[in-house]
């Protein structure tokens, strides 16, 4: 990984129902805003949050929503890679994908390189129980991992409700990925969405950069933003408020764990990585593989 400039940034989906015209919509104000920031920020790295091509809730059927997106590489990328290639910059952004038939929507991202190419394609593996179609919803979960090679880093992709899994993030920084984007449309606290994020990138070791929506999504569900950038130590670096814009910082590897904590003169001596107890995960993957619940009761 070398040193560079990343931004997270937030924005609210155009107001009112999903239409074909709300969907290019959104892709316009998600290009104009990229442009901003790093015109602001000389950001090499930008992401933006999850279902930004629609907001969160699409509010109608999922073969409606199969209508409106495409699939990915398609055309509900090629604006993205068109402002990605004429900036020169690495994209991270969200949107839904048409799967093979109609019923089949995933929750996915999109890492889209300098030249305009398609990286990666990462599909939500844990989708939240309002949007999972197990739980009457609209997205199918996707079942792979992605980690891409870019020169800027290797570059892990998550969405939102993924961050509350410590092994996809975990898989990640095994596969050596430096940086994780967490495009997000959270619905729960502000704490939590912070939690996740310092715990997933103290965890490996890694910076995390989550950008939340903002707004409300076609369905009328309101988003809080609070989008931010962590460092490998746990330590927030940027964080927004509730306004559409972005946050920036500076992602440089020779300080990301030069302390034990920010600013501090003790040297960072462990390594979550390196220190793992193998011997015991191995003595327990049947137990981490088994099927559980937990014992409290819940909605």
């Known amino acids: ?86 900036l020169g910059i690495h994209l991270v952004a969200g949107t839904y994908e048409r799967g093979p038939t109609p019923t089949v929507v995933h929750n996915s991202s999109v890492l889209i390189d300098p030249a305009g190419t398609l990286l990666g394609v990462y599909r939500k593996t844990h989708p939240f129980c309002s949007e999972a179609v197990s739980g009457g919803g609209w997205v199918t979960p996707g079942d792979t991992v992605t980690v891409c090679d870019t020169e800027l880093g290797r570059i892990g992709m998550i969405i939102c409700f993924d961050g509350d899994y410590p092994e996809l993030s975990r898989i990640q920084a095994v596969q050596g990925a430096e940086v994780i984007c967490r495009p997000s449309a959270l619905l729960r606290s502000a704490d939590i969405w912070e939690l996740t994020s310092r715990a997933r990138a103290y965890d490996n070791h890694v910076y995390v950069i989550g950008a939340n929506a903002v707004g409300a999504d076609p369905a009328g569900v309101l988003y809080f933003g609070n989008s931010h950038i962590v460092t490998p130590i746990g330590h927030i670096v940027a964080k927004a408020a509730t306004h559409e814009g972005w946050v920036s910082a500076r992602l440089d590897p020779a300080d990301a764990l030069s302390s034990l904590t920010p600013g501090s003169n003790i040297g960072q001596g462990f390594d979550h990585l390196r220190d793992r107890n193998l011997d015991l995960i191995r003595n327990h993957r049947a137990d981490l593989e088994a099927p559980a619940k937990t014992s409290f009761p819940h909605a």
Request: net charge negative.
């Open 1 to 86: 990984m070398r040193a560079f400039t990343a931004a997270a940034v937030q924005i609210a989906p155009v107001p009112g129902p999903l239409t074909a015209a709300s969907v290019a919509a959104n892709l316009d104000r998600m290009v104009d805003v990229t442009r901003r920031c790093v015109a602001a920020t000389g950001a090499e790295l930008v992401v933006l949050p999850e279902s930004a091509t629609t907001g969160f809730t699409p509010g109608c059927p999922t073969e409606e929503l199969w209508e409106l997106v495409s699939e990915l590489p398609g055309a509900v990328a090629e604006p993205l890679r068109d402002v990605a290639a004429e």
